[in-house]
């Protein structure tokens, strides 16, 4: 086996290896499909993984190129540092102890540059309550106040989703008082949240450092998310060893050692449908396998507009709900290769979030209507430094990622040329966008400048080309007040037998779409799977 096939995660699609009827299909196979897969294979069920790219994970998969190694979603991850919280727990138990993490060993996982001012997130509760007093000396009630809502969150969102795997009936009847708590904060904006604590705009500012976390300013996200993720990392944060890749890789031999199977370059075209009940799928090459019950982990609008015949979406209602609810933001992704080690070129583990101004809301807009702006956001992390296997691998080499958001339309008139022949004034658009965002990280870690061997631009295209998502979206449905009252976000749908899962069902984040796994296998097997781990 080459070490690039020992790299790739699932086995490329032949009709030949299929093995008749299987008790599920996931279509998808993220982190919410290999999670329901894992957990459905720990029942007992054979279960088949259809993957559309050439290698399985969604959005921890990683890629190749020019000798170095990228991850393309999954930059840092809190709560699995400590053995007996519930996310590691699961983590381990769908990887049968496989997946090892690396815990960021710096004092700030993050650090917030707004206008030239740096702010660090650092680990503990106490630690980062002490680190903001700082700052903001003159806030200790609205920071105090701010972080007990922050855990109000956390302690309400636990029954909100667990509602979501109940039955129909049951599920309606106990919605409300499994739902209120956490909606009263769901429902307002991350803003209007803090605004109320504190009129001190750079407090708000600093406090939502981390909103390209999740893909909305304080002023559309739901306070929700923003609490979510912020709880999400107090502890501090971690790094799967061995790179993004392990987490698949680490999960396929459960679904394996069943008789199940992950079959990449593998597009479904359609779930197949009889009297108002999902039975198995065909695919883009007419072959169509049977199954007791089919799972969409490729989001909402992918599964209602490509999935399904429209009078099948039709009858599940689902055409008019899909109107309550919007895309997620796009973003473009400098992936950069240094012929240096991490260590000789001073690159640490922390990430870097740059802001031009405080308002985080205003310096969106400003971009959004003038490119020429300063960049809304600039996202800079440091993968070679979190891995301690990636010397290993790569000695001598580092790689960097530099992101920022950027509206598909900027892209759209390219969306239908073929993926890296789409033109020359594409790759000037490219270029143009690489040299600014090179010239941000030039400002904050000037050690790389004239050390670059290879950079590479992804953008809101390459990203529909890889993951489906029409607008090159990376998080699913938009994280505002209004996605979370749609009850029907949920893994049940109204066709029997067709079940979703992923990030649209609870939020984004690998964190988000292993919950959802959970959820939707509980549905399925009519009992709670955490309960027995």
Not at 30 to 41: K, R
Not at 48 to 75: C, I, N, P, Q, S
Not at 328 to 356: D, F, K, M, V
């Amino acid at each position: 086996v080459t070490k690039s096939e020992r790299f790739l995660v699932g086995t490329k699609y032949r009709p030949e290896l299929l093995k008749g009827k299987y008790d599920a299909i996931v279509i998808g196979s993220g982190i919410g499909g290999l999670t329901t897969a894992a957990l459905l294979s720990q029942a007992g069920k054979r279960v088949l993984v259809l993957e559309r790219h050439y290698m399985a994970g969604g959005f921890t998969h990683a890629y190749k190129r020019k000798g170095y190694e990228w991850d393309v979603g999954v930059h840092y991850i809190g709560g699995v540092q400590n053995h007996r919280s519930t996310l590691r727990r699961l983590f381990d138990h769908i990887s049968e102890g496989r997946l090892e993490w690396a815990r960021i060993t710096e004092n700030a996982y993050d650090r917030i540059t707004i206008a030239g001012e740096s702010y660090d997130y650092v680990s503990g509760l106490e630690p980062f309550r002490q680190q903001m007093l700082e700052y903001f000396p003159n806030e200790n009630r609205a920071i105090e106040q701010y972080l007990q809502l922050v855990f109000e969150v956390e302690r309400s969102s636990r029954s909100f989703f667990m509602n979501k795997a109940l039955p129909p009936l049951f599920s309606a009847m106990t919605h409300p008082f499994m739902s209120r708590r956490f909606q009263g904060l769901a429902d307002r904006t991350t803003r209007e949240v803090i605004s109320k604590l504190s009129d001190d705009k750079r407090l708000l500012g600093v406090l939502t450092g981390q909103w390209g976390d999740y893909g909305l300013p304080p002023g559309q996200s739901s306070f929700a998310i923003h609490a979510m993720i912020v709880r999400h990392y107090l502890d501090g944060a971690n790094y799967p060893v061995g790179g993004a890749s392990s987490i698949a890789r680490s999960i396929e031999p459960t679904i394996t050692a069943q008789g199940g199977d992950i079959l990449t370059s593998a597009e479904v075209e359609k779930v197949l449908v009889h009297k108002d009940r999902a039975v198995g799928v065909r695919l883009t090459d007419g072959v169509e396998i049977e199954a007791t019950d089919v799972i969409s982990g490729i989001g909402i609008f992918n599964t209602v507009e490509k999935l399904l015949e429209t009078h099948d979406a039709e009858r599940m209602g689902y055409c008019d709900k899909m109107k309550n609810v919007e895309r997620s933001p796009s973003h473009i992704c400098l992936y950069i290769g240094l012929r240096e080690s991490a260590q000789s070129l001073g690159l640490r583990q922390t990430n870097l979030w740059i802001y031009p101004g405080y308002d985080h809301d205003a310096n969106l807009r400003r971009y959004k209507n003038d490119p020429d702006a300063d960049l809304p956001l600039t996202y800079i992390s440091f993968p070679s430094s979190k891995d301690p296997d990636w010397e290993r691998r790569y000695p001598g080499r580092s790689t960097i990622e530099v992101i920022s958001f950027s509206p598909y339309e900027w892209f759209s008139k390219w969306k239908d040329t073929p993926w890296r022949k789409r033109g020359d004034e594409y790759l000037a658009l490219k270029n143009r966008m690489s040299e600014r965002m090179l010239n941000v990280l030039y400002s904050a870690v000037p050690q790389v400048e004239g050390k670059i061997d290879f950079y590479e631009l992804s953008t809101a295209l390459s990203t529909r080309h890889f993951t489906g998502y029409e607008r090159g979206e990376i998080y699913g449905l938009s994280h505002t007040p209004s996605r979370f009252r749609q009850k029907w976000l949920r893994p049940r749908t109204p066709l029997k037998h067709l079940f979703l899962t992923g990030q649209d069902i609870v939020t984004n984040g690998v964190a988000g779409a292993l919950f959802s796994g959970v959820l939707t296998a509980s549905a399925i097997l009519k009992h709670n799977v955490l309960k027995k781990n």
